[in-house]
């Protein structure tokens, strides 16, 4: 048996896995976005976009 095609196999299985959690990373990417837009647009501000105080 060749082991050329174990290889192959094992390489196109880790791209489709590594594709899988890119995509998958750029879905959560988007949606949290669309969630922090809804957040700002009521109002609410991220603890970074305050201005400093000098409280440190």
Do not use: C, P
């Not at 094992?10 to 969630?35: F, T």
């Amino acid at each position: 048996m060749s082991h050329e095609l174990f290889v192959a196999a094992a390489y196109g299985i880790s791209a489709l896995g590594i594709l899988g959690l890119v995509a998958w990373n750029l879905i959560d990417q988007r949606a949290r976005k669309a969630e922090l837009a809804d957040l700002e647009a009521r109002g609410l501000r991220r603890r970074s976009d305050r201005a400093d105080t000098g409280n440190r």
